[in-house]
């Protein structure tokens, strides 16, 4: 049986009625095509359509003007047979994951996924497998009696009661994950009131970032069927934490975990190529976070005390460092030795997110880059001069200048390709000078859109 019948199959045991088919674009925002099962076969093998102008539309839902995608032109949204999944908090629906087409039926060169997925292959032929899990946070939100949108409760910090006050939102978003397939690795109660973290357990490549779609998607749906707000805004409340989304990455290649060392006794056996991979992390982390935390509100995050990490550092089991060394269990290192990257949000395109991070990792194990010293304390305590003697630098203080560190990073440039690289950053551009020219939109977008 052939990968499209077994959908096929599947949705008629199910009793599926619509298929959602969905991408992400350069705005990060997910979006997609309803398919009715009896049309379905169709989708599978020719895809739905879309216009080209989808990769140069912003988050605001605005076209970008003069953009390189506009009203002519047309692709095709293919739904990957891999990621069936009928959905749990949607009556007689299911969802798959899609690549844009070209009317060729090739990938096209402007799709986040596809080039992903090309990425992959590329260091799959030197057996290199990545594995990652994205530690998204959110905060529960609902409407005061002033009808502000405030948190939705007042706990503390990890606390015992916020387990409580969220407790059914949680168990039924749970509940909603396993039966997507998605295991829970960790939840509690964040620092913020009524904020949450909650993870889903580490997968390979692709599967990862098509994880992190369905993930927040379902922590909306749950939510809203209780009239509950969820937001993944990076700072919806000016005065509390941010929203981070941490990657953690595992490098594999035959079944051995290159991060590790199996030489080393201490808590943090990171090898020599897990060094260069954090080396390159550091090279190009001014471009990276353009894709990591793409968005005008990301960089209130990444600012000093945030535990969001602001300057370009590593450290071990450092919360202000760019790059946290996590201490691997001691029963199991070869598996738990990982990078956690730490200037990254839940606005960002998780496709392009991963490809940003391999691309730069791999640009420091190919240069043998030397990540210096970790960096033990907190770098905004660090004298100005000493910070510098250390190579140390500030991150980005706007979403303007990583994008002006994206357009100059080859490794970046090449990895992503020309029309994609060109597109992400007229995207990102507009959104940028449209939050300039009007104070009111940055919130209302993000409202929307995260
Ligand atoms: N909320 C912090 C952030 O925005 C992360 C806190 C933590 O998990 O260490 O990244
Ligand atoms: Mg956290």
């Not at 839902?61 to 908090?89: H, I, K, M, N, W």
């Not at 990545?130 to 502000?148: K, M, N």
């Not at 168990?171 to 964040?190: F, H, I, N, R």
């Not at 550091?282 to 990301?298: Q, Y």
Request: hydrophobic letters at 35%.
């Amino acid at each position: 049986m052939t990968a499209q019948d077994d959908v096929l199959r599947r949705v008629n045991r199910n009793g599926v009625e619509l298929i959602r088919v969905v991408f992400v674009n350069n705005s990060g925002v997910p979006r997609g095509r309803v398919v009715d099962s009896e049309k379905l076969r169709g989708v599978l093998e020719e895809g739905a359509n879309v216009t080209e102008a989808m990769q140069s539309f912003n988050a605001l839902d605005r076209l970008v003007s003069g953009g390189r995608y506009g009203p002519a032109g047309e692709v095709r949204v293919v739904p990957d047979p891999e990621t069936f999944t009928v959905l749990p908090y949607a009556d007689r629906a299911a969802v798959m994951l899609a690549d844009l087409h070209d009317l060729g039926g090739s990938p096209w060169a402007a799709g986040p996924r596809a080039r992903l997925r090309d990425y992959l292959d590329d260091i799959g032929d030197d057996g290199y497998v990545p594995h990652l899990a994205f530690e998204s946070e959110f905060y529960y939100t609902r409407e005061s009696d002033e009808g502000e949108t405030v948190p939705y409760d007042d706990t503390t910090c990890f606390a015992a009661d916020g387990m409580q006050r969220a407790h059914d939102l949680i168990l039924e978003t749970v509940d909603a994950l396993k039966a997507q397939g998605m295991g829970l690795s960790t939840y509690y109660p964040e620092y913020g009131p009524g904020q949450q973290e909650l993870v889903v357990d580490h997968d390979a490549g692709v599967a990862a970032s098509d994880n992190q779609i369905l993930f927040k998607q379902t922590v909306k749906a749950v939510a809203d069927a209780h009239d509950v707000g969820a937001t993944f805004r990076p700072t919806p409340f000016s005065d509390l934490p941010g929203n981070g989304c941490h990657i953690h990455l595992s490098l594999w290649q035959d079944g051995e975990n290159v991060l590790y060392d199996s030489a080393a006794t201490s808590r943090y056996p990171l090898s020599e190529e897990g060094r260069h991979f954090v080396g390159g992390l550091l090279e190009h982390a001014p471009a990276l976070v353009a894709l990591t935390a793409p968005t005008v509100e990301s960089y209130n995050r990444l600012q000093p005390g945030m535990w969001a990490s602001a300057y370009t550092c590593w450290g071990h089991d450092n919360r202000e460092a760019m790059v946290r060394i996590p201490s691997a269990d001691a029963d199991d290192p070869a598996a738990t030795t990982r990078v956690e990257f730490k200037p990254s949000d839940n606005t960002n395109n998780p496709y392009l997110a991963q490809l940003g991070l391999l691309a730069a990792g791999f640009d420091g194990i190919e240069r043998e880059l030397d990540p210096g010293e970790p960096l033990n304390r907190d770098p905004d305590t660090v004298e100005d001069d000493d910070r510098s003697a250390l190579g140390i630098e500030r991150l980005p203080d706007s979403l303007d200048a990583a994008l002006d560190a994206l357009e100059a990073d080859a490794a970046l440039a090449a990895a992503l390709g020309e029309p994609l690289h060109q597109s992400y950053l007229e995207v990102k551009r507009s959104e940028w000078e449209q939050s300039t020219d009007d104070g009111e939109w940055e919130t209302e977008y993000l409202n929307r859109s995260f």
